[in-house]
């Protein structure tokens, strides 16, 4: 299996391949060039894998939210490199992303990721772990931070930089027991590439055209079980 995930959606921009058993990884946080940034990163992990775009199997992508000049990146790149290639893709959250390199850091099973929307507002899920990967509960949301509403219990762990922005208003908001903080948790490729291997393998994917940016704002809730 030979999987590129490609991530540009908050500050952080990263590319990750996975070739067999292999996974060769980007990554750096950035406040501006992460269209240019990301194609550098693409050629280089695929040049250090010694294969070729064209055989690739498919392109997983961060659809959002985060950024609006960051998810449309995200979307673009993947959509350019997708069409030339004629490969599947992969859409993936973001927050679904952090929740899963917060698991990987700190075996943490429950995790409610959230990201500075700006304008006082956050965007957030709930996760939790199912056979190694984060299942969104409920829906993803944009909310005032203070306004925060989860069916959260027991303990739980928070991921992501509307922690930063917002502590207070959020461990107010949120019932169950804080085990820990990541304030500066940022999407990485590498779990974005986990998230969509079982997806792959499920035959999960969506034809170039239909590569989508998620942006919550425009009063889109993903009503899903899973990512």
Same mark, same amino acid.
């Given at each position: 299996?030979?999987?590129?995930?490609?991530?540009?959606?908050?500050?952080?921009?990263?590319?990750?391949?996975?070739?067999?058993?292999?996974?060769?990884?980007?990554?750096?946080?950035?406040?501006?060039?992460?269209?240019?940034?990301?194609?550098?990163?693409?050629?280089?992990?695929?040049?250090?894998?010694?294969?070729?775009?064209?055989?690739?199997?498919?392109?997983?992508?961060?659809?959002?939210?985060?950024?609006?000049?960051?998810?449309?990146?995200?979307?673009?790149?993947?959509?350019?490199?997708?069409?030339? &290639? =004629?490969?599947?893709?992969?859409? !993936? $959250?973001?927050?679904?992303?952090? #929740?899963?390199?917060? @698991?990987?850091?700190?075996? +943490?099973?429950?995790?409610?990721?959230?990201?500075?929307?700006?304008?006082?507002?956050?965007?957030?899920?709930?996760?939790?772990?199912?056979?190694?990967?984060?299942?969104?509960?409920?829906?993803?949301?944009?909310?005032? &931070? =203070?306004?925060?509403?989860?069916? !959260? $219990?027991?303990?739980?762990?928070? #991921?992501?930089?509307? @922690?930063?922005?917002?502590? +207070?208003?959020?461990?107010?908001?949120?019932?169950?027991?804080?085990?820990?903080?990541?304030?500066?948790?940022?999407?990485?490729?590498?779990?974005?590439?986990?998230?969509?291997?079982?997806?792959?393998?499920?035959?999960?994917?969506?034809?170039?055209?239909?590569?989508?940016?998620?942006?919550?704002?425009?009063?889109?809730?993903?009503?899903?079980?899973?990512?």
């Amino acid at each position: 299996m030979k999987l590129l995930a490609i991530d540009a959606a908050t500050e952080a921009c990263s590319v990750a391949l996975l070739a067999g058993e292999e996974i060769y990884t980007r990554h750096m946080v950035t406040p501006r060039g992460h269209a240019q940034h990301l194609l550098n990163m693409v050629s280089e992990v695929i040049a250090e894998a010694g294969l070729s775009i064209k055989t690739l199997d498919a392109i997983a992508f961060d659809r959002g939210p985060g950024s609006f000049t960051g998810v449309r990146i995200s979307t673009s790149v993947t959509q350019g490199l997708a069409f030339g &290639a =004629d490969l599947p893709v992969i859409p !993936i $959250s973001s927050l679904a992303t952090i #929740a899963q390199g917060a @698991w990987r850091e700190t075996g +943490q099973t429950q995790i409610l990721a959230v990201i500075d929307a700006r304008m006082g507002e956050v965007y957030w899920g709930h996760y939790t772990l199912c056979e190694g990967g984060m299942v969104l509960q409920g829906e993803e949301h944009v909310s005032k &931070a =203070d306004a925060i509403q989860t069916t !959260i $219990s027991g303990s739980w762990y928070g #991921a992501g930089t509307g @922690w930063q922005a917002y502590q +207070q208003d959020l461990l107010h908001a949120v019932q169950g027991e804080c085990a820990g903080l990541d304030s500066e948790s940022l999407p990485h490729a590498m779990d974005l590439l986990t998230l969509a291997r079982p997806r792959y393998m499920a035959g999960e994917t969506v034809s170039a055209e239909q590569a989508m940016p998620t942006y919550l704002r425009n009063d889109v809730a993903i009503k899903q079980s899973g990512v």
